[in-house]
């Protein structure tokens, strides 16, 4: 069993950063990857980035060179460095994690106003 936590969700001003975090507890030794979702209202959810257990990455075209994955493997937590941010990336940002099967955290909120 695998447990997501997410964090550092809020209202920020459009050109502004925020970090998001996802703190892993349980079964997560022999995850495939890891990755960062995001939902905005009205619009199906979308993968933002990935980054796999050997410490590659993937983007999305919208975040590429504005969002940076990473992953803290003394921590067990995952990261969404995320800067210049636009009212098109307002949505709820959901960490997920496959292992043997998949799981989400239940989300954080990232507001951004124009």
């Known amino acids: 069993q695998v447990q997501l936590v997410e964090s550092g969700g809020g209202l920020v001003q459009a050109g502004g950063s925020l970090r998001l975090s996802c703190a892993a507890s349980g079964s997560t030794f022999d995850f495939n990857f890891m990755a960062w979702y995001r939902q905005a209202p009205g619009k199906q959810r979308e993968l933002v980035a990935r980054i796999s257990r050997g410490g590659s990455t993937s983007y999305a075209d919208s975040v590429k060179g504005r969002f940076t994955i990473s992953r803290d493997n003394a921590k067990n937590t995952m990261y969404l460095q995320m800067t210049s941010l636009s009212s098109e990336d307002t949505a709820d940002y959901y960490c997920?994690?496959?292992?043997?099967?998949?799981?989400w955290g239940q989300g954080t909120q990232v507001t951004v106003s124009s």
């Open positions: 997920y994690i496959l292992t043997w099967r998949d799981y």
